[in-house]
Each structure stands twice: as structure tokens, then as C-alpha cells.
């Protein structure tokens, strides 16, 4: 099956700076690559996501990129803000008969310094 | 407002006490799936339903069993708990569109601790 491996897991960063967190996955036929946010006493919420077909993708100051050569990817949070300080998840998907089952990354908690 | 409930939030019981735990969706959505969240593991699923009648089990479905007789609700059942089923449960749903890679709703979790 899928495995996925998440680095770091833990990262500070000073209020401002860039934030990077780093995926791979295991599978080659995995097809769509979500990334969740997950708040204090909170269920994960999806913040953005990369399909297969597509090597970048931004959604204001998140991004994310995928190298399916190399099979891994990454998000980029840049300007952080202390909002942003909270649990973050990678996630590899990849539908087998109707199931659509996120393989995680053992998480990052991010930690924005003001 | 859309959403994805689950009760109760918090639970405490005792080895082998039945429990059920709730998991409702608002959105018409066809698949749901529970997932458990451990320290330096991530969420693993315990088990997934792709529509009514129609479940399966996931990665970690020992000591765990689920019922889909409704399209809104899946509740997650557990017949004779053990201490190593202490985790953060979360329920998620989506609607599935056949190419894979639909957005999951999680619903807010349930803390269990079993003594």
C-alpha cells in the first residue's frame, strides 16, 4: 500500500519568513495530493491540493509543488502570519474501487514566532 | 451550513463497555469514512462506506465495525473496547466523482480514552 513520509516534524519560524513542508509518497499510481490544517481541538481542513496531471499550484501565500518523477511533494507558506500556526498534514490519494482513502504524513506543527 | 457532525466529543469508559460513536453529514454526500489519529502516526482509516449498505474496511478495522443504513449517518461501533483503541476519532465525507481526488469533509473529532 501507500506509504507517506512528512518532514519536519516540528518547525518555528519568525513571523514573516517562509515556511517549507516536505511529502513523499511510496506509490506511483497515486493521483491527487491534499494538504490539511488542523486547528487546536479541530478536525483537518483541507488548504489546498494537486492533482497528478499538474507540477505547481498557488492559492494566495500557499503553494504547492509536485515532482512525480522523484515522488514528492511540498507546501510553501510564505509571509506567515500567526494564524498559520497550527498542525499540518500531507496526504496521497489514489482510488481503488470507489474508495477514496488519504494515506497522511505523520503531520507538522508549525509554530510562528511574532 | 454544510457540515459534518460527530458525537459525543469526549468520552471515557471502561474495557469491554459497548459504545457507538455518531457521525452525521449534511451535504448528500455518497462516501464517508472513519479515521483514527494517533501521536507520530497520522489518521489511519478504520473503515469506509462508498453508499448506503455498502462498506468496507480500511487499514486498522480490527475491534471496530460500522453500519450504513442511512445516506446522512455512519456510525462507528465498538463492541468490546480495548485500552489500545484510545485515540482521536474523525469522520470524513465526500462525494466521489469517479476520477478520484474529491475534497474529504472531517467532522470535529472524538476524543475516546478507554480505561
Known amino acids: 500500500g501507500e506509504n507517506v513520509e512528512q518532514h519536519p516534524s516540528t518547525l518555528s519560524v519568525q513571523e514573516g519568513d517562509s515556511a517549507v513542508i516536505k511529502c513523499t509518497y511510496s506509490d506511483s499510481a497515486s493521483n491527487y495530493f491534499p494538504w490539511y490544517k488542523q486547528e487546536l481541538g479541530k478536525g483537518p481542513q483541507l488548504i489546498i491540493d494537486i492533482r497528478s496531471n499538474v507540477g505547481e499550484k498557488k492559492d494566495q501565500r500557499i503553494a504547492v509543488t509536485l515532482n512525480k518523477t522523484a515522488k514528492h511533494f511540498s507546501l510553501h507558506i510564505t509571509e506567515t502570519q500567526p494564524e498559520d500556526s497550527a498542525v499540518y498534514f500531507c496526504?496521497?490519494?489514489?482510488?481503488?474501487?470507489?474508495?477514496?482513502?488519504?494515506?497522511f504524513g505523520t503531520g507538522t506543527r508549525l509554530t510562528i514566532i511574532p | 451550513e454544510a457540515q459534518v457532525t460527530q458525537n459525543p466529543r469526549y468520552l471515557i469508559t471502561v474495557t469491554g463497555k459497548k459504545l457507538t460513536v455518531t457521525c452525521s453529514q449534511n451535504?448528500?454526500?455518497?462516501?464517508m469514512s472513519w479515521y483514527r489519529q494517533d501521536p507520530g502516526l497520522g489518521l489511519r482509516q478504520i473503515y469506509y462506506?462508498?453508499?448506503?449498505?455498502?462498506?468496507d474496511k480500511g487499514d486498522v478495522p480490527e475491534g471496530y465495525k460500522v453500519s450504513r443504513k442511512e445516506k446522512r449517518n455512519f456510525p462507528l461501533i465498538l463492541e468490546s473496547p480495548s485500552p489500545n483503541q484510545t485515540s482521536l476519532y474523525f469522520c470524513?465525507?465526500?462525494?466521489?466523482?469517479?476520477?478520484?481526488?474529491?475534497?474529504?469533509?472531517f467532522g470535529p473529532g472524538t476524543r475516546l480514552l478507554v480505561l
Open positions: 462506506s462508498m453508499n448506503v449498505e455498502v462498506t
Open positions: 451535504m448528500n454526500h455518497e462516501y
Open positions: 470524513a465525507s465526500s462525494s466521489p466523482s469517479g476520477g478520484g481526488g474529491e475534497t474529504q469533509y
Open positions: 496526504a496521497a490519494s489514489l482510488t481503488n474501487f470507489g474508495n477514496e482513502k488519504l494515506t
